[in-house]
């Protein structure tokens, strides 16, 4: 079958369009993957004008706080939208101030030439899974250093729900810079914003269109069904993630092995031609599946499902796991308390965290040492509180007490280490846990934008939290700007059921509330939906609220992870301060799990960093900084380790606590003494280990 290719040569001439292959691909390793849908576009950059991981932009770009701007704010070009793209992207997960590690201890210039641009090849396609007609965006980038004799092969799904180039910066920037293909996946989220009102969507370039033409993402309504929507809820959005109907979560795994068959075509459509050289097959590649966060679960889950071998070794860090619950072991960090409700799925840790974290971010042990917690307004937080209690959640006689008690039901009833308390606050500000809540219960019980789940939905809103059209300059960046889960991008979460008239969630005040309480009746209906009961009264759920409630455990149970990687070598880093992805539920009961499942054949190694948490790029901030040490550079060890493992045969260090040191002043610029190494033959007291049926964790 032949297939025409659309090839964007960029150079120092510019943009020169032609047809770059017509040949039959009639070997079985050339063959374009069955999943594929719709054409192949690929880009050479030639590492001057422009480049694979920094868009041109250079290490000195990246770290600049200006951001490259478009031509035309209302129409820019595909390219000037990946610039942006890789820019945030890059800078979201990768801390880039002075002295923060940034250009000493990682950054595209480190052991790669001053400014590390990476001249080679970029191919990206829309694919699907079997069974699903949403696409999802795959790429594989080919760098010119690539060594077609010694080929070797990074997986980057994205982190969190981002875009295709959501791991530009750490799965990329580390695989590019060894000279390996490095496969993208966006997963099944990505940014996918379409606009209800005028059916606007984005091409797989960023670009807006409202033809009809393969998109990121349509919601599934008719024209007849969407006006009706528009009528009753105008200047909506609906987002890929949240909304696509699909669960994609339950398919990461195969999104990214179906990432990993698409390079395996991308290098041999480019090196086939040479018959000097054998085809390039995971018989003769190394290929690590990596990432961090979501991506780093999606790497986890691919590993454990990859029947035909096309995974050597897995290097994550922090990864989104949703373990199988085995209740047949326990957790304990020192002298502590045994941890037995481990394995809590990330809906139901994350929606005890959007009803009582706004409430806890006043507890009198954490409100005051807690940084960034000024954001948060002290109104907002007794509010909060105040409605807790009403409602018979917390307990005492003011809000002091009423705050300590919702932080004891995150630490003691949820899990929530301590250690991950003090920048909880500042990720409730930034709306980390509420908008996970929406997206995740929307996206497992497959909910369309039109059911509104919690009274929930996504639009623009002004300076008083209410509904307005989206500013046309910003839907046009959004595919740059966007991290694929609102708010984001200046489209908010809005509490269509609030007091009033829809509000924007954290000013918004819930019916059963006279004052602004950040929506509390809809974050509790989305915890009623995660726990399967009422959370206010604890009695049964019924009517559509049962069979959402079904429909969503059942989308939990397809995407826990099973334990067994197969025998690969895997590395898992892990912050302990992680307040996001708390370790009780995910990297810790993994790590047991999989010694229970593979037993004494388990090359799985687990290093928890102290003084480490899970956005980096929050230490640019004076009282984040100065406590915690970037795990950045400890997940690109991870990739060493590993990367030492399949090619020279190396013993992985064993499971330990890394006891990272912090700056103690942010102007002070991180050092090596901050960093140390993760150990070969680690102290007694820091191993870490599976005793028995207890996982032992030094403190």
């Given at each position: 079958?032949?297939r025409?290719?659309?090839?964007?040569?960029i150079?120092?001439?510019?943009?020169?369009?032609?047809?770059?292959?017509?040949?039959?691909?009639?070997?079985?390793?050339?063959?374009?993957?069955?999943?594929?849908q719709?054409?192949?576009?690929?880009?050479?950059?030639?590492?001057?004008?422009?480049?694979?991981l920094?868009?041109?932009?250079?290490?000195t770009?990246?770290?600049?706080?200006?951001?490259?701007?478009?031509?035309?704010?209302?129409?820019?070009?595909?390219?000037?939208?990946?610039?942006?793209?890789?820019?945030?992207?890059?800078r979201?997960?990768?801390?880039?101030?002075?002295?923060?590690g940034?250009?000493e201890?990682?950054g595209?210039?480190?052991g790669?030439?001053?400014?590390?641009?990476?001249?080679?090849?970029?191919?990206?396609?829309?694919?699907?899974?079997?069974g699903?007609?949403?696409?999802?965006?795959?790429?594989?980038?080919?760098?010119?250093?690539?060594?077609p004799?010694?080929?070797?092969?990074?997986?980057?799904?994205?982190?969190?729900?981002?875009?295709?180039?959501?791991?530009?910066?750490?799965?990329g920037?580390?695989?590019?810079k060894?000279?390996?293909?490095?496969?993208?996946?966006?997963?099944g989220?990505?940014?996918?914003?379409?606009?209800?009102?005028?059916?606007?969507?984005?091409?797989?370039?960023g670009?807006?269109?409202t033809?009809?033409?393969?998109?990121?993402?349509?919601?599934?309504?008719?024209?007849?069904?969407?006006?009706?929507?528009?009528?009753?809820?105008?200047?909506?959005?609906?987002?890929k993630?949240?909304?696509s109907?699909?669960?994609?979560?339950?398919?990461?795994?195969?999104?990214?092995?179906?990432?990993?068959?698409?390079?395996?075509?991308?290098?041999?459509?480019?090196?086939?031609?040479?018959?000097?050289?054998?085809?390039?097959?995971?018989?003769n590649?190394?290929?690590?599946?990596?990432?961090?966060?979501?991506?780093?679960g999606?790497?986890?889950?691919?590993?454990?499902?990859?029947?035909?071998?096309?995974?050597?070794?897995?290097?994550?860090?922090?990864?989104?796991?949703?373990?199988?619950v085995d209740?047949?072991?326990?957790?304990?960090?020192?002298?502590?308390?045994?941890?037995?409700?481990?394995?809590?799925?990330?809906?139901?840790?994350?929606?005890?965290?959007?009803?009582?974290?706004?409430?806890?971010?006043?507890?009198?042990?954490?409100?005051?040492?807690?940084?960034?917690?000024?954001?948060?307004?002290?109104?907002v937080r007794?509010?909060?509180?105040?409605?807790?209690?009403?409602?018979?959640l917390?307990?005492g006689?003011?809000?002091?007490?009423?705050?300590?008690?919702?932080?004891?039901?995150?630490?003691e009833?949820?899990?929530?280490?301590?250690?991950?308390n003090?920048?909880?606050?500042?990720?409730f500000?930034?709306?980390?846990?509420?908008?996970?809540?929406m997206?995740?219960?929307?996206?497992?019980g497959?909910?369309?934008v039109?059911?509104?789940?919690?009274?929930?939905?996504?639009?623009a809103?002004?300076?008083?939290?209410a509904?307005?059209?989206f500013?046309?300059?910003?839907?046009a960046?959004?595919?740059?700007?966007?991290?694929?889960?609102?708010?984001?991008?200046?489209?908010?979460?809005?509490?269509?059921?609030a007091?009033?008239?829809?509000?924007?969630?954290?000013?918004?005040?819930?019916?059963?509330?006279?004052?602004?309480d950040?929506?509390?009746?809809?974050?509790l209906?989305?915890?009623?939906?995660a726990?399967?009961?009422?959370?206010?009264?604890?009695?049964?759920?019924s009517?559509?609220?049962?069979?959402?409630?079904?429909?969503?455990?059942?989308?939990i149970?397809?995407?826990?992870?099973?334990?067994?990687?197969?025998?690969k070598?895997?590395?898992f880093?892990?912050?302990r301060?992680?307040?996001i992805?708390?370790i009780?539920?995910?990297?810790?009961?993994?790590?047991?799990?999989?010694?229970?499942?593979?037993?004494?054949?388990?090359e799985?190694?687990?290093?928890?960093?102290?003084?480490?948490?899970?956005?980096?790029v929050?230490?640019?901030?004076?009282?984040?900084?100065?406590?915690?040490?970037?795990?950045?550079?400890?997940?690109?060890?991870?990739?060493?380790?590993?990367?030492?493992?399949?090619?020279?045969?190396?013993?992985?260090?064993?499971?330990?606590v890394?006891?990272?040191?912090?700056?103690?002043?942010?102007?002070?610029?991180?050092a090596?003494?901050?960093l140390?190494?993760?150990?070969d033959?680690p102290?007694?007291?820091?191993?870490?280990?599976?005793?028995?049926?207890?996982?032992?964790?030094p403190?």
């Amino acid at each position: 079958m032949k297939r025409i290719m659309i090839c964007t040569l960029i150079g120092a001439t510019g943009f020169v369009l032609s047809a770059c292959n017509d040949s039959d691909n009639t070997s079985e390793v050339n063959q374009v993957p069955g999943f594929i849908q719709g054409e192949i576009q690929r880009t050479d950059y030639d590492g001057v004008t422009d480049d694979l991981l920094t868009a041109g932009l250079g290490a000195t770009g990246l770290g600049s706080a200006t951001a490259p701007a478009f031509s035309d704010p209302l129409n820019p070009s595909p390219s000037e939208l990946r610039r942006l793209a890789i820019y945030n992207n890059y800078r979201a997960l990768v801390d880039t101030s002075a002295g923060g590690g940034y250009g000493e201890f990682f950054g595209p210039g480190v052991g790669n030439g001053t400014e590390g641009m990476i001249p080679g090849q970029e191919y990206i396609a829309f694919m699907t899974v079997p069974g699903s007609d949403v696409p999802v965006t795959v790429m594989a980038q080919i760098p010119l250093s690539f060594d077609p004799q010694n080929p070797c092969m990074i997986t980057a799904p994205s982190s969190g729900s981002r875009g295709v180039y959501g791991a530009i910066g750490t799965a990329g920037e580390w695989g590019l810079k060894k000279g390996c293909a490095v496969v993208y996946t966006d997963k099944g989220s990505g940014t996918g914003a379409y606009n209800m009102e005028t059916n606007a969507a984005q091409r797989i370039d960023g670009t807006l269109t409202t033809a009809d033409e393969a998109v990121q993402f349509r919601a599934d309504l008719t024209d007849a069904e969407r006006s009706d929507f528009n009528d009753a809820w105008p200047d909506r959005f609906a987002w890929k993630h949240a909304h696509s109907k699909a669960n994609p979560e339950a398919d990461w795994g195969r999104h990214v092995l179906q990432s990993v068959e698409f390079g395996f075509w991308a290098l041999n459509e480019q090196f086939g031609s040479d018959d000097n050289l054998d085809a390039i097959t995971p018989e003769n590649t190394v290929v690590i599946a990596s990432s961090v966060s979501n991506g780093g679960g999606s790497s986890v889950r691919a590993a454990e499902q990859d029947t035909k071998g096309l995974i050597d070794g897995v290097a994550v860090s922090e990864p989104n796991v949703n373990p199988v619950v085995d209740t047949g072991f326990t957790i304990r960090q020192g002298a502590g308390t045994a941890i037995t409700e481990h394995s809590r799925s990330l809906l139901e840790y994350t929606t005890a965290l959007a009803v009582y974290q706004g409430c806890a971010n006043n507890a009198p042990a954490i409100r005051d040492q807690a940084p960034l917690n000024v954001l948060n307004a002290q109104a907002v937080r007794d509010n909060i509180c105040n409605s807790l209690a009403n409602k018979g959640l917390v307990t005492g006689a003011d809000n002091d007490e009423r705050a300590t008690d919702a932080l004891r039901i995150l630490n003691e009833e949820f899990g929530i280490q301590p250690e991950q308390n003090l920048l909880a606050p500042v990720h409730f500000a930034s709306n980390v846990a509420q908008s996970i809540s929406m997206t995740y219960a929307n996206a497992y019980g497959r909910a369309g934008v039109e059911d509104r789940v919690c009274g929930l939905s996504m639009a623009a809103t002004d300076g008083a939290g209410a509904v307005t059209p989206f500013a046309p300059a910003a839907e046009a960046a959004a595919f740059a700007t966007s991290n694929g889960i609102p708010p984001t991008a200046g489209v908010s979460i809005v509490y269509d059921d609030a007091e009033g008239q829809p509000t924007a969630l954290p000013g918004s005040a819930s019916p059963s509330s006279s004052s602004a309480d950040y929506g509390l009746d809809a974050l509790l209906c989305l915890h009623s939906l995660a726990l399967g009961h009422d959370a206010v009264t604890g009695n049964p759920l019924s009517g559509d609220d049962a069979v959402l409630a079904g429909a969503i455990a059942g989308g939990i149970e397809e995407i826990r992870a099973t334990g067994n990687l197969r025998g690969k070598p895997a590395v898992f880093v892990t912050g302990r301060a992680d307040a996001i992805l708390p370790i009780n539920h995910t990297s810790r009961p993994y790590y047991a799990l999989n010694q229970r499942v593979e037993g004494a054949t388990s090359e799985l190694r687990y290093y928890e960093v102290l003084n480490a948490h899970h956005l980096d790029v929050l230490n640019q901030f004076a009282g984040v900084g100065d406590r915690y040490i970037p795990l950045h550079h400890y997940y690109f060890q991870a990739l060493d380790l590993v990367w030492e493992r399949l090619t020279s045969g190396a013993t992985l260090p064993p499971s330990q606590v890394v006891r990272a040191v912090p700056r103690g002043d942010i102007a002070t610029p991180l050092a090596q003494s901050n960093l140390p190494e993760i150990a070969d033959q680690p102290a007694d007291e820091d191993r870490i280990s599976l005793v028995g049926d207890e996982l032992r964790i030094p403190e």
